[in-house]
C-alpha cells in the first residue's frame, strides 16, 4: 500500500481526495495533507472522515515525517517543480497535477532531479494518456498503420469558461496567478498528446487571442501552426469563449485517416494503397485512392475515470508493477510546447526549438511581470 501526501488543499485536490475515499483510485492511503489554510485542512478532513489523516502547515515537514511514500502536488503552477524538487530530494516519489510548471528553465532542474534519483518515479497528472480512444490512435501511429503523416488538425473549442468561472477566484485569468491562459490550464491536456502521439515538432508559429469577450489578461483563444521533421504539418485551433464547441481530431497519413471526435468517436479510412505509391503510378487526372472505412466507439472518457486511471498508473508504477504513462521528462517536451507558442505570439515571428528557456523567462517577465 503506496502511502501518499496531497499538496494543496483546493478545489482539484479535493477531487483527488474524493476519489481515494470512494475507492475509484487503489492501492494507496491518504495519510497526509499539507497546506497553509489549516482551517479548510480540518474542514475537508472532516467532511470525508480522514481522521486518521495527519495535517501539515509546512510542506517540507509533511515531507520529513516519514509518513508518505509519495506526495500528489496540487498547489498553484508557480510551486509545482520546486516542490517536486523537495519531494524527491527527501526521497519522496511525485506526482504533479498539470501543468508541469510554468518555466521551461526550471523544468530543465527536474529533469536532472529525476535523474539524481533513479529509485524514484516523478510523473505529470496528464489523465488523457489513460482514454482508450488517444491509447489506439497511439498504436496506430506507433505501429504505422496510418503510414508516413502528413497533417494533423485539432479543433478543440469545447473549453467554454464564463466571466464567472474567471471572477470565481482573483488569480484565475491572470499571469501571476496562472503563468498562461488557455494553453497553459485546459488545452495543456490535448498539446501533451500531440507530444505524445507525435513528438516534438521543429518550428511554430502561434497566434494567441488575450481577453476576448471576458475581463482576463490571459489568452482565452489561440491557432498555431506547426512544422515537424519529414514534412509532416499541424494546425492547433483552441477557443474558451465558443459553446457548445468542438473537440475533433485528424490525423492523416500516406496510408490512411483517423477522425476522432469528443474523445469517444472514431472513423478509420484505411487506403489499400500506399498514397505516395498510387501517386507515382496513376494515370487518372483526378484520381483517388479507394479505401475501407470504419467506426470505432470508446468509452472512458469521463474525467474523473481518467484521473483515477493515471494516479493508478503513477501508483503501480511506484510499485514497480508497470511503466509510468506520462514521465516528468516527457510532460516538460509539452511546456516548452506552451513556452514557445508564447514566444512566437509575443514576437509575431516562427520559432524554432528548443527555445532558449532564458530568454522566454525574460521576455515572459517583460510581458507579463
Known sequence: MVRIGIAGIGYIAEEYIKLIVKQRITGCSLCAVSSRNLQHMETVRKKYG??????????QEMLD????????????????????????????HVLIEKPAGVFTEEGERIVQSVKSHPELTAGVLYCRRTSKAYRRVQSMVASRDLGK???????????????????????????????????????????????????????????CSYGVERQIEVENEAVIQMWYPGGATVQFIASARECPGTNRLEISGSRGQIILENDRHMIWRRLEQDE?????????????????????????????????????????????????????????QSLQMINGAYLSSWRGEKIRFPIDATEYRKEWERHCG
Open 50 to 59: 480522514l481522521e486518521q489523516t495527519a495535517l501539515f502547515t509546512d510542506y
Open 65 to 92: 515525517s516519514g509518513c508518505i511514500d509519495a506526495v500528489l502536488i496540487c498547489t498553484p503552477h508557480f510551486f509545482h517543480i520546486a516542490m517536486a524538487e523537495a519531494a524527491l530530494a527527501a526521497g519522496v
Open 149 to 207: 503523416i502528413k497533417r494533423a488538425s485539432w479543433l478543440l473549442t469545447n473549453l467554454y469558461r464564463t466571466p464567472a468561472y474567471y471572477n470565481a477566484q482573483e488569480w484565475k485569468g491572470t499571469w501571476k496567478g496562472e503563468g498562461g491562459g488557455l494553453l497553459l490550464t485546459q488545452a495543456s491536456h490535448q498539446l501533451d498528446l500531440l507530444v505524445w502521439l507525435l513528438g516534438m515538432p521543429e518550428e511554430l508559429q502561434a497566434f
Open 276 to 332: 505516395r505509391e498510387y501517386a507515382e503510378s496513376s494515370r487518372e487526372v483526378y484520381g483517388t485512392v479507394p479505401y475501407t472505412e470504419r467506426t470505432l466507439e470508446f468509452d472512458g472518457a469521463e474525467n474523473t475515470v481518467q484521473q483515477a486511471a493515471i494516479v493508478d498508473n503513477v501508483i503501480r508504477a511506484v510499485q514497480g508493477k508497470e511503466q509510468i504513462l506520462c514521465p516528468a521528462e516527457e510532460a516538460l
